[in-house]
């Protein structure tokens, strides 16, 4: 490994701390290539400062839990448009990106998935309500994208996770999802996932939207 530290990393102990600890990173990362980077670190006589270490080494590959990473997945989720200027946060709520826009975009749909999801303020309620088995209501319309797709889901009891003979499950591929603050606005509206067009999902509980795909999707009988 090589390492170019400006000036304030001249100090000895302090510059062996620093490259003792880069080389662990980038040891366990690591995969046998080599490429340049740079790092940004404060250092222990300048908390305060931002320096910038340059070196090259294996390659860092980022993995699925790299932050990174889980940036670009969520921004999958919805047009540049809308992703470019939206807040990221991981499930657990911690914010990786601040965005400006109103939007929120999720690596992941929810545990156990690898699908991302962009909402807006009013799909983050129905979110919160259905994470706590809450009522939901809202008085303006909400929308979601999944352009990435979707995991296998009952269409008509959100909080089922086995698949049963007679249940309907489908797993939707790019997609838009609309809430709606009337119930009646979802009359006349098809339930089947399979009627060639957008349908109702989770119809007659308090989180029932309007499914709208817009790609090719996969139906798991």
């Known amino acids: 490994m090589f390492l170019h530290l400006p000036h304030p990393f001249t100090r000895g102990r302090e510059r062996i701390e620093v490259e003792r600890t880069l080389e662990r990173?980038?040891?366990?990362h690591g995969d046998g290539d080599y490429a340049a980077y740079t790092?940004?670190?404060?250092?222990?006589?300048?908390?305060?400062?931002?320096?910038?270490?340059?070196?090259?080494?294996?390659?860092?590959?980022?993995?699925?839990?790299?932050q990174q990473a889980k940036i670009a997945r969520a921004m999958q989720a919805?047009?540049?448009?809308?992703s470019k200027?939206?807040?990221?946060?991981?499930?657990?709520?911690?914010?990786?990106?601040?965005?400006?826009?109103g939007w929120r975009c999720l690596p992941a749909s929810g545990?156990?998935?690898?699908?991302?999801?962009?909402?807006?303020?009013?799909?983050m309620s129905l979110m919160?309500?259905?994470?706590?088995k809450a009522d939901?209501?809202?008085?303006?319309?909400?929308?979601?994208?999944?352009?990435?797709?979707?995991?296998?889901?009952?269409?008509?009891?959100?909080?089922?996770?086995s698949p049963d003979p007679g249940e309907v499950w489908v797993q939707e591929g790019p997609h838009l999802m609309i809430i709606v603050p009337d119930p009646k606005m979802l009359e006349g509206v098809s339930d089947?996932?399979?009627?060639?067009?957008?349908?109702?999902?989770?119809?007659?509980?308090?989180?029932?939207?309007?499914m709208v795909p817009v790609g090719a999707r996969e139906t798991v009988e």
């Open 136 to 161: 939901f209501k809202t008085d303006r319309m909400g929308i979601s994208y999944m352009l990435a797709g979707d995991d296998n889901v009952n269409n008509a009891d959100p909080f089922d996770t």
């Open 78 to 82: 919805a047009p540049e448009s809308i």
């Open 39 to 66: 790092f940004k670190l404060t250092f222990p006589s300048n908390p305060n400062g931002l320096y910038l270490i340059k070196g090259c080494g294996p390659n860092v590959r980022a993995d699925p839990g790299d």
């Open 111 to 123: 545990p156990g998935s690898d699908h991302p999801m962009c909402v807006d303020e009013v799909w």
């Open 25 to 28: 990173l980038i040891d366990h």
């Open 192 to 210: 089947d996932p399979k009627n060639g067009g957008p349908y109702v999902m989770w119809k007659g509980t308090p989180y029932a939207h309007v």
């Open 128 to 132: 919160s309500a259905l994470s706590n």
């Open 85 to 101: 200027s939206a807040t990221i946060a991981d499930a657990d709520g911690t914010v990786l990106k601040q965005g400006s826009n």
